[in-house]
């Protein structure tokens, strides 16, 4: 990289602040080692069981996610050739996580965006991801990972080209990567063709190339519809979503936005609050939206209106019941790139406005941080601890037979049992339990479990 780009000491003081803050967060990920849910029960473990190219090209939940399939085969790979033993597995995955999970941080540390100079602003985009509140959920697993490359996905599209070559094949990568690890990346291509129609610059049609390339591999070789997903869509109740979790959470923390969802949830006249905040939703992201559209080069339309996009397509096709997601704990994964593409966007808008405007959206950023660093250390014990994998495998090792038990519990456990059978062409609820049928039974039980 050139001088001009090549990070300097304050730069990779923020990296290694940003990747200290994200494995402090969850403690036992690596004093204890974890698989987490799906990344051991299926990735793991059908990697285990079948062969390679089989486990690297495997969909799960309706989409190839290449950074789960992938990681999880290397780190069977090293266990099953004796290059590390069984025990370490889990941190070979945590490591490849936490390296596609600070790829947002390296995105915004290197930029040379002028909303991004005043002298805090990276701190607080930075802060704003390591310690979203309710998040716990999307760190230090290679099966969330798909969420932080959306998130690249989304600054790429705001910020301008980088002059160095390095730092452009690092976007380039992200671009092509990122929707081959779920859907959320592909509905940021409309916003990214949209930005190089407008800019008509070179190197912005690579880029929208390199991401439309893989997203036509996903939707057309990968992609399939599955039938646990809500698919539910009702005007009120999504305004209600994305009140609590995107305006509530953010500012006034986990405690108040479980109240108010549960106060909702459980009202009599629950239609009726919910017509309120349709009307307080529309008010409240319209104007924020309106703050943008006032200049397309404005970086916070850029920002805030996908993740507006996100936001709605991800509560429409949850694995839960609507009803359930009023509560932020349910499906925290659903709020995390919406709620970081909203602070950016706040940044950006403090950074680039004048007079009381300025001072409003930075009293508002400063709000948000310091509800994310109050907040940091209070995942709920599903997240925050679970069965140390050296002990799993030492049962496992006195019986074959038994079933590795992993984090977030409710029965998730990995089958690495000798002669298990291969998963079969067509799913069925009696698959073995890293097969596809099996997961999806499961994930109707889970919903089944959920208020109507």
């Known amino acids: 990289m050139s001088s001009k780009s090549r990070p300097g000491f304050s730069s990779w003081f923020l990296l290694l602040a940003f990747a200290l803050?994200?494995?402090?967060?969850?403690?036992n990920v690596?004093?204890?080692?974890?698989?987490?849910g799906e990344e051991g029960s299926y990735f793991f473990a059908y990697a285990w069981h079948m062969e390679?190219?089989?486990?690297?090209?495997?969909?799960l939940g309706g989409y190839l996610n290449i950074v789960a399939s992938g990681g999880t085969l290397f780190a069977r790979a090293l266990a099953g050739g004796?290059?590390?033993?069984?025990?370490?597995?889990p941190w070979v995955t945590a490591l490849i996580a936490l390296a596609f999970q600070m790829l947002p941080a390296v995105v915004i540390v290197t930029a040379r965006d002028a909303w991004l100079a005043p002298r805090l602003a990276k701190p607080a985009a930075l802060l704003l991801i390591a310690a979203a509140p309710v998040a716990h959920e999307v760190w230090l697993h290679t099966l969330h990972s798909q969420f932080h490359l959306t998130i690249?996905?989304?600054?790429?599209v705001v910020l301008d080209i980088p002059q160095s070559r390095a730092l452009r094949a690092l976007r380039l990568f992200i671009l092509a990567l990122a929707p081959l690890c779920g859907p959320a990346a592909i509905v940021i291509l409309p916003f990214l063709a949209l930005r190089t129609l407008v800019e008509r610059q070179p190197a912005r049609m690579i880029e929208c190339a390199a991401l439309g390339l893989g997203a036509a591999i996903q939707l057309l070789l990968f992609y399939f519809p599955v039938t646990v997903r809500g698919h539910s869509f009702d005007p009120a109740m999504l305004s209600t979503l994305l009140l609590i979790r995107q305006a509530i959470l953010p500012t006034a923390g986990p405690f108040v936005a479980s109240d108010a969802g549960f106060a909702i949830f459980k009202s009599s006249e629950?239609?009726?609050m919910m017509l309120v905040t349709l009307a307080a939703c529309v008010l409240l992201f319209g104007s924020l939206l309106a703050m943008g559209l006032r200049n397309w080069r404005q970086p916070s339309i850029w920002l805030s209106l996908p993740a507006l996009v996100i936001a709605s397509?991800?509560?429409y096709g949850a694995i839960a019941t609507p009803q359930s997601m009023l509560l932020p704990l349910v499906g925290e994964r659903y709020s995390f790139v919406p709620n970081v593409l909203f602070g950016l966007s706040l940044i950006a808008l403090?950074?680039?406005?004048?007079g009381r405007l300025a001072r409003f959206f930075s009293g508002v950023v400063a709000l948000q941080v310091m509800v994310a660093v109050i907040f940091i250390s209070g995942p709920t014990a599903l997240m925050a601890d679970g069965p140390a994998w050296p002990d799993e495998v030492a049962k496992w090792r006195a019986d074959p037979n038994y079933r590795l038990k992993v984090w977030p519990g409710d029965g998730w456990t990995v089958n690495l049992a000798p002669g298990s059978p291969r998963c079969p062409k067509v799913a069925g609820p009696t698959d073995p339990e890293y097969c596809e049928g099996h997961w999806e039974e499961m994930e109707r039980r889970w919903i089944a479990s959920m208020p109507d």
């Not at 690596?30 to 987490?36: A, C, D, N, V, W």
């Not at 403090?350 to 004048?354: E, F, K, L, M, V």
């Open 21 to 27: 803050i994200v494995i402090l967060r969850l403690p």
């Open 30 to 36: 690596f004093l204890k080692g974890r698989f987490f």
């Open 52 to 59: 390679w190219w089989e486990a690297l090209f495997h969909p």
């Open 82 to 89: 004796g290059l590390i033993p069984l025990e370490w597995a």
């Open 152 to 156: 690249c996905v989304a600054l790429i």
């Open 270 to 272: 629950g239609g009726s």
């Open 313 to 315: 397509i991800s509560y």
């Open 350 to 354: 403090a950074t680039t406005s004048r």
